[in-house]
């Protein structure tokens, strides 16, 4: 069950960041430029994320829901707006926040699960398969699936986030921390 939400996160992620790289590129523009926005979007979202970690503004349990909820919005306003290219900003923004649940992932579980590599393989491993299942289900159930899966696996998501106080046995639980305070801790200030 400890490696479980990881990989279950890890769907979520390359669901929709598939998700997103499928409508824009049907519904705004099929270029380089597409994944560019995307890839770059979701990168600047999870620096987002790693920073309010240290302000603890956002609860772990609300990160499925910021990742949905954008994601499901953009697919709406694909659908009610295809090709308006003047919305590539409000799109970016649209992404960043969904990339946000990545970087507050990474700093709350990297700083309670140890060794963190293990949680990056684990999480890298369930994005793969977020990637090519949302591919292939894409491919067999169209549309439907975009709306569908995500929203799916944003709901198990939120039911499956774990009490940080359990994450780790009881003989080797230490205080929560950021992962930027462990790093600090690690190499010295």
Known sequence: MRWFY????GLLFGTIQTGYFIR????????????????????AG??????????????????????????LFAQGLLIALPFHSELWPLYAVLVMTSGVFSGLFFSRLGANIKPVRRLFFIENNGFILGIVSCSVVYLIFGQAALWVI??????????WTPSLAIVLPASTQQPEVSASEAVIERIGP
């Open 24 to 43: 824009l590129s049907f519904g705004l523009a099929s270029t380089y430029g597409t994944f560019l926005m995307i890839t770059l979007s979701w990168l």
């Open 6 to 9: 990881p990989l279950l996160v």
């Open 46 to 71: 999870s620096v987002i994320g790693l920073r309010l970690e240290r302000i603890r503004a956002v609860p772990l349990r609300l990160g499925p829901w910021l990742s949905l909820v954008p994601f």
């Open 150 to 159: 995500p929203t799916l696996l944003a709901a198990l998501c939120w039911l």
